[in-house]
């Protein structure tokens, strides 16, 4: 069973339901300001958590490095998941 997200231009993601023998992975996303603000305030509202880092030592924040912000939090299965504003320089 797959819990499925449409995109814009088609881009359909796919998350299986657990329990699922993965490895677990790590997803960054690189959106915009607004969508950033809607998508931190549904992570809260769930009460999910989130970490600043990648490693996992900074709960409850966000990062405001590379000149944009980040958050880590886990999907159902286990998975790393980012979402940043700036890439990566």
């Given at each position: 069973?797959?819990?499925?997200?449409?995109?814009?231009?088609?881009?359909l993601l796919?998350?299986?339901?657990?329990?699922?023998?993965?490895?677990?992975?790590?997803y960054a996303?690189?959106?915009?300001?607004?969508?950033?603000?809607?998508?931190?305030?549904?992570?809260?509202?769930?009460?999910?958590?989130?970490?600043?880092?990648?490693?996992?030592?900074?709960?409850?924040?966000?990062?405001?490095?590379?000149?944009?912000?980040?958050?880590?939090?886990k999907d159902?299965?286990?998975?790393?998941?980012?979402?940043?504003?700036?890439?990566?320089?």
């Amino acid at each position: 069973m797959f819990t499925n997200i449409q995109l814009d231009d088609g881009v359909l993601l796919q998350f299986a339901e657990p329990p699922v023998e993965i490895q677990m992975q790590h997803y960054a996303f690189l959106i915009d300001d607004e969508l950033f603000d809607r998508a931190y305030r549904r992570l809260l509202d769930a009460g999910i958590e989130h970490w600043a880092d990648a490693h996992m030592q900074r709960p409850g924040e966000t990062n405001t490095e590379h000149g944009g912000r980040g958050v880590y939090f886990k999907d159902p299965s286990g998975h790393a998941i980012e979402l940043i504003t700036r890439p990566y320089l």
